[in-house]
């Protein structure tokens, strides 16, 4: 089986070039962001957020995940996003998470020629002896300007949507530091990574650029 991991900072455009790319050569996908917004969206509905044994609860709420419940439009908050990065710095939960991942790629194996993830430590903890390592960053204006348009929001005033802004980079850049910062998987390009800035590229570049890195391999 053919293995592609994409790491990356927030919003630098990896989800959207890891779905194309299982489109493109009909490989699994699976966006790993969204286990650990799913234990952080639960962890608000169960109203634990703000308990002081955040891992015990993040460990219990991930052993019990059901991957085909999870549904990305209800994941999407910067108030998950921020939990999500916050739990994610706890070894036991990550211990937990990279099982399901792993197990996810080996279910897969016999019905997929290749398989692709996204996150932030695919390509070094993961997939460490992946096919092809991808790396994708963007400058944070670029990355909030991306993430408040998939946001699909209509401002009334000017004011409003530099407003927004101006909480997105804040949101964005606080999770950065938290993700690159940490002592367990920290975000990191793979030694063997290719590494891409998008910030003057957009997605259909991006995506030329990749396959034909692939293409000729
Ligand atoms: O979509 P975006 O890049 O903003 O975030 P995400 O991929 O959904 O990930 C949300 C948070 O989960 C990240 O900020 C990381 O703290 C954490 N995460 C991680 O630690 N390891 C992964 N493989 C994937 C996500």
Same mark, same amino acid.
């Given at each position: 089986m053919i293995e592609i991991a994409i790491d990356g900072t927030a919003a630098s455009g990896k989800g959207t070039l890891a779905r194309k790319l299982a489109e493109k050569y009909n490989f699994i996908y699976l966006d790993t962001g969204l286990l650990y917004r799913k234990v952080a969206n639960e962890l608000i509905i169960k109203k634990k #957020?703000? %308990? #002081?044994?955040l891992e015990y609860h993040s460990s219990v709420i991930a052993r019990n995940l059901?991957? +085909?419940?999870?549904?990305?439009e209800d994941l999407r908050s910067e108030e998950t996003a921020k939990l999500a990065s916050l739990i994610a710095t706890h070894p036991k939960l990550r211990e937990i998470l990279n099982l399901k991942q792993k197990e996810f790629v080996e279910e897969n194996k016999k019905k997929f020629s290749g398989c692709i993830l996204d996150g *932030?430590?695919?390509?070094?903890?993961? +997939?460490? #002896?992946?096919n092809f390592k991808f790396f994708i960053d963007a400058s944070i204006e670029v990355r909030a300007k991306r993430r408040l348009l998939e946001k699909n929001i209509s401002f009334l005033h000017e004011k409003d949507e530099k407003c927004m802004l101006q909480f997105l980079i804040k949101q964005m850049n606080d999770r950065d530091k938290l993700d690159i910062k *940490? %002592?367990? %998987?920290?975000l990191v390009p793979a030694d063997d990574a290719y590494v891409i800035d998008t910030t003057f590229i957009d997605a259909d570049e991006l995506f030329l650029k990749v396959t034909k890195i692939i293409d000729e391999i």
């Open positions: #957020n703000i %308990s #002081n044994d059901n991957f +085909l419940e999870i549904k990305k *932030r430590d695919i390509g070094t903890k993961i +997939l460490p #002896n992946a *940490r %002592s367990i %998987s920290p």
